[in-house]
């Protein structure tokens, strides 16, 4: 019941035939944070995918937040997702909205009051560093600012679970390590992450599980669970 | 929590007209063809009432026309008009002899030059009965009948007839402007729906990052209705302001009209009452072609 993740053996085969996971087992605990490796078509984005539930598994059991997503029904996917929180590659901004409107966004969704939604814009922007900024529109930001609305954004609602997709990917290393800064400070306040990323050298140096995937299956089984403690 | 609700459909309805405002061609294009589209039909309500408004008001002064013939003198004439106010079933008569009813029609018809052409004058003399307005059809149909049968009486016309033909008329063409209303009406749909269909394309990526961030498709569909709403709203005041400058154009020629006819009408624009309606009308059709779309396009857009 410790896990915010759970999968056991999932596959997920497209329309057309292309088995892009199969017999997939893994748990994420609840405050984890962990990498998702490997090359692209080993099946990250699909893993990720069937978690925020973009996709629906073909076989197996996708369990988030105790919640088995195979008894979500369509009509409550939208209330299923905004307990994760989603961070993309191509940052997924609204380029006509402002870097606050941007931020609000999954508070409005969930309809809360204006007060609290720029309370905690403001918050969100201020953990991100990007406060002085709320008035400006995504465009004239750089790469590196406006993943950070992307991040701020993700974490405006606290959700219990964040899942970033090559997070880094668009971004050069400095900025990089910035962000991956920005994670491990969530993750000290409890969220749980789960990083999918193809930026080896990152995180090598850094004290998360690896998960690797290759070609749908998970590279080293050892990986599938969290380490066992110390005693 | 019901003023949250309230107040954030009044959020999404200013944040709709402000998208609308940023774009104002491309809105006033919009709004032009459905406020043309809206005014059509009103415009042609308006004018079947207007006319039907100049009918009533000759209905209640019921006259007849007899033609006399070229043989009785003007003073004959002015008799025989004499002779007639004193029957109990009318009101007044008056004589018009030939060389009046000349005049009059140079003035009025526009054909006076094709007057001059002829030898002698083609108009016969006429005397006009006015009835008294609290006459039954049958004292009136019995009167005629004596009326025709007067020496000098070439023919005997009831103006009701032409009255009755134009109420027959405003009929048709009021049934015609409920058919033309029903199919504008779905041109407004279409065109609200067709706008919406283009701008919901337009923010495919918009939409598809909504959802990713857990908005429902009530939420997502919210701003579509909105602006469907706002098309309605500004076309149907696009369509006042196109009716507004119709009736004032048209308020000279038909004020001139109506005082060829010595009377009183005045050109009636459309009113509050109906206005609200036109308005009202514009919203709905607006908000449906809106919903009517969103359930078909919006559903398709879902993330991969």
Excluded: C
Aim: glycine letters at 8%; a positive charge; aromatic letters at 8%.
């Amino acid at each position: 019941m410790g896990d915010i993740v759970y999968l056991h053996r999932v596959a997920k085969r497209y329309p057309g035939g292309h088995d892009a996971l199969s017999d997939v087992t893994l748990t994420l605990e609840q405050g984890e944070m962990a990498f998702l490796t490997g090359h692209s078509g080993a099946g990250k984005s699909t893993l990720m995918k069937l978690i925020a539930l973009i996709e629906r598994p073909t076989r197996g059991q996708v369990v988030i937040n105790n919640q088995n997503i195979s008894q979500v029904r369509r009509s409550q996917v939208a209330k299923f997702r905004r307990n994760v929180g989603v961070i993309f590659q191509n940052f997924n901004l609204l380029n006509d909205r402002t870097v606050f409107d941007n931020v609000a966004l999954p508070l409005v969704i969930r309809g809360e009051t204006r007060d609290t939604i720029a309370r905690r814009v403001r918050a969100a922007l201020d953990t991100v560093g990007l406060l002085d900024k709320e008035r400006l529109y995504p465009i004239v930001l750089s790469g590196g600012e406006q993943q950070r609305v992307g991040i701020a954004r993700a974490i405006v609602a606290k959700p219990p679970l964040i899942l970033a997709d090559e997070p880094t990917g668009n971004l050069d290393p400095e900025l990089s390590a910035e962000i991956m800064a920005l994670f491990r400070r969530f993750n000290e306040v409890g969220v749980s992450l789960l990083i999918a990323t193809h930026d080896v050298e990152l995180i090598r140096s850094l004290p998360y599980r690896e998960i690797q995937l290759k070609g749908g299956h998970i590279a080293d089984r050892a990986t599938a669970a969290p380490y066992e403690q110390p005693a | 929590m019901i003023a949250e609700y309230f107040n954030r459909h009044a959020q999404t309805l200013v944040f709709t007209l402000g998208r609308l405002y940023r774009r104002p061609v491309a809105t006033a294009l919009t709004t032009l063809v459905i406020g043309i589209t809206l005014a059509l039909p009103a415009g042609l309500h308006l004018l079947v009432n207007n006319v039907n408004a100049v009918g009533y008001s000759w209905e209640g002064s019921l006259n007849a026309s007899l033609f006399l013939a070229d043989s009785i003198s003007e003073k004959d004439g002015h008799m025989l008009a004499s002779d007639i106010r004193s029957r109990s079933t009318v009101r007044g008569t008056s004589y018009i002899s030939r060389q009046q009813a000349l005049e009059e029609f140079r003035a009025l018809s526009g054909f006076g030059e094709a007057l001059e052409l002829l030898d002698e004058n083609p108009l016969p003399a006429v005397v006009i009965v006015r009835f008294k307005t609290t006459q039954s059809a049958d004292a009136i149909d019995a009167t005629m009948r004596e009326l025709s049968d007067l020496p000098g009486v070439v023919q005997a016309k009831l103006d009701q007839q032409w009255l009755d033909r134009l109420f027959a008329i405003l009929a048709t063409v009021e049934r015609a402007a409920v058919i033309i209303a029903a199919l504008l009406a779905i041109a407004v749909i279409l065109t609200v729906g067709n706008t919406i269909r283009l701008d919901i394309e337009n923010r495919r990526d918009e939409i598809i990052i909504m959802k990713l961030v857990g908005a429902s498709d009530a939420f997502v569909r919210r701003p579509f209705l909105y602006t469907g709403f706002w098309y309605g709203f500004i076309g149907g005041i696009a369509a006042l302001i196109l009716l507004g400058i119709a009736v004032a154009l048209m308020a000279g020629p038909a004020g001139k009209l109506a005082a060829l006819y010595q009377s009183s009408f005045v050109i009636r624009g459309l009113g509050f009452v109906s206005s609200v309606g036109l308005l009202g009308i514009g919203i709905l059709l607006g908000w449906f072609g809106a919903a009517w779309t969103v359930a078909r396009h919006l559903g398709a857009i879902v993330p991969r």
